[in-house]
């Protein structure tokens, strides 16, 4: 004589709600998702890699002429004597220079970086548009 009662239990809404959010973590993600994050990854990529660049080159060149400036307006600039006013501005120009030179290398990186990547952008938006 066996007894077959099988026990069965329901959980709140509460409850429900965080077994879907355990069971969404492990669950394939959708190909379209997939798509448009890979989509927006690649995009990004461009232009952080050419921003960084440019940053670094705008932010050296100005340290550099302030260094410049530095060394012609003030006493750093005694120990040289007559030629620390020369010497001033020679390096601010060359700080000038790299701070102008930051938005063509920003131009120069993303025509680069776009040029690279533009066969798979192409490829991921034909399939995200079907």
């Known amino acids: ?22 069971r969404k973590k492990y669950e394939a993600p959708e190909q379209t998702g997939d798509k448009m994050a890979e989509l927006r990854r690649l995009d990004a990529a461009v232009t952080k890699k ?10 050296l060149g100005a340290l550099i002429m302030g260094s410049g400036m530095s060394l012609a307006m003030t006493e750093l600039g005694a120990p040289l004597g007559a030629m620390a006013m020369v010497w001033g501005i020679l390096v601010g ?6 701070v102008s030179l930051a938005y063509p290398i920003y ?15 192409l ?3 034909d399939e995200l548009m079907k």
């Open 1 to 22: 004589m066996e007894n077959k009662e099988a026990f069965h239990y329901t959980y709140s809404a509460k409850e429900q709600a965080e077994i879907k959010a355990i």
């Open 50 to 59: 050419a921003t960084t660049v440019s940053l670094v080159f705008g932010i």
């Open 93 to 98: 120009v060359i700080g000038i220079l790299l």
């Open 107 to 121: 131009n120069r990186i993303i025509k680069k970086e776009r040029k690279k990547i533009a066969p798979q952008i």
């Open 123 to 125: 490829q991921l938006t």
